[in-house]
């Protein structure tokens, strides 16, 4: 299947969210992000375990080589299929990362490098923490810098980033302008980021030539007290940040109603806010996938991430996925691979399309329309798949089980199956992963 691509609308939104206790309900840490970006971009949901490499290997990112870690930790993330890195995604070590689009007045670099989402898979590739993780992002932006296409369309679109990195313990805010960066710790409460500079006066870290930069360019004078979103912030913003505003309002708002009681259940109802913004789908562009973690501060129980695999979260359902010494991937998710004959490949890039949906995003489509034409059957089939949603907050155990169920339902469409799957199974506790059911 080969054609031009119409030009879609530039992404215009992402938001990503933490509670830290005392803003969690329970002594865990809640991360969670929805992930807005063309309308037909599809996202896949991808693991790859941990691997030693060669010393002297190198690794082909989206657009340039790298030389690769000796030891990469394993991943499970969410990412448009077209790219190698990732929009969200959690590693072995308990950490979670989400990144957003911003502009600054550094001028954006035209030429390639790294993707912000490169950057996402790297930090969770190689940090095993979240500080761990932001020195290894700013590390390779300094190396390799940022920047090339951010969109799947030959019209140049591309952005700097700022990231939302999570463990057990805190929560860092990472904000880029080129290769310069500044960050703030955060270690309780609640906190979000949308697309927009929100770094002030209260700076944990920083690149050692922020300041130095900001004088040359007679953006700050050297008096008074240095705030970054004052100092850098983009002249002639684009509509998409002034938008950025009001969502980034609403998500405080959200996080504030719920401040002291936030559980995974919150945090879904949160990225499935739609008088905020938060859930979008409309137009040219919409959420495409969305993730949820639960990061417990007793290092003996697991970590817990659910992802939609599929668009709009109001419309989706949250799949657990729990790392284990055995990983099965479900290839219900994974999108049609394509090798050097891909269009992202391929000199110039992105002169024709391919099909990228996975099994999975093609059931949700139909289950879609089925609903649409029989609405009565829709809600209760949507009811069902939150009661099997809610079940993880419970026994975290039944989680593999309740990932292929969820699969499996989304898929046949059927409740009855679903109920059935349930009783037959009697959710039997074992060892969970994301396996293929």
């Not at 992802?307 to 994974?334: D, G, M, Q």
């Not at 099909?355 to 489509?365: P, T």
């Amino acid at each position: 299947m080969e054609s031009r691509m119409a030009e879609p609308e530039p992404p215009l939104s992402c938001d990503c969210f933490v509670s830290l206790p005392p803003g969690s309900q329970d002594d865990h840490v809640i991360f969670g992000k929805n992930s807005d970006r063309p309308r037909d971009e599809v996202q896949e949901v991808l693991y790859y375990p941990a691997t030693d490499h060669p010393p002297g290997t190198m690794l082909e990112c989206t657009y340039i080589q790298i030389p690769q870690a000796e030891h990469t930790h394993a991943v499970v993330l969410s990412r448009p299929a077209w790219i190698w890195g990732a929009e969200i995604g959690a590693n072995d070590q308990g950490v979670c990362i989400g990144n957003e689009a911003v502009w600054t007045r550094e001028a954006i670099d035209p030429g390639e490098a790294l993707l912000g989402m490169d950057l996402v898979r790297l930090g969770l590739e190689r940090g095993d923490s979240a500080w761990g993780a932001l020195k290894v992002i700013t590390d390779l932006l300094e190396r390799h810098g940022q920047g090339g296409p951010c969109r799947e369309d030959p019209a140049h679109f591309s952005y700097h980033n700022s990231f939302l990195l999570v463990d057990r313990e805190q929560a860092w805010v990472l904000e880029t302008a080129g290769k310069l960066w500044v960050a703030q710790k955060i270690t309780e409460g609640v906190k979000n980021i949308s697309n927009a500079l929100t770094i002030g006066t209260e700076i944990s870290a920083e690149h050692p030539e922020l300041r130095s930069v900001a004088l040359a360019q007679g953006w700050w004078s050297g008096e008074g007290e240095f705030c970054f979103n004052e100092v850098f912030k983009c002249e002639n913003p684009p509509d998409r940040m002034e938008l950025a505003k009001k969502r980034y309002s609403g998500g405080t708002q959200l996080l504030q109603q719920h401040d002291g009681a936030v559980t995974a259940k919150v945090m879904m109802s949160i990225l499935r806010d739609e008088p905020s913004g938060i859930c979008m789908d409309s137009g040219g562009f919409r959420t495409t996938g969305s993730m949820v973690s639960i990061l417990p501060r007793d290092p003996t129980l697991p970590c817990i991430h659910f992802l939609t695999a599929t668009p709009n979260p109001s419309r989706s359902v949250f799949k657990p996925f729990i790392f284990s010494e055995s990983v099965t991937p479900v290839s219900k998710v994974i999108s049609p691979q394509y090798g050097p004959d891909d269009p992202v490949r391929k000199q110039p890039r992105f002169q024709s399309q391919v099909e990228r949906r996975h099994d999975l995003y093609k059931a949700h489509e139909a289950a879609l329309q089925t609903m649409e034409m029989n609405p009565d059957a829709g809600s209760v089939l949507t009811e069902t798949l939150r009661m099997l949603e809610g079940q993880y907050e419970v026994l975290p155990v039944r989680s593999a089980l309740m990932w292929r169920l969820l699969v499996l339902s989304d898929q046949q469409d059927m409740c009855s199956c679903m109920i059935g799957s349930l009783s037959s199974h009697n959710l039997m506790p074992f060892h969970p992963s994301l396996t293929d059911y």
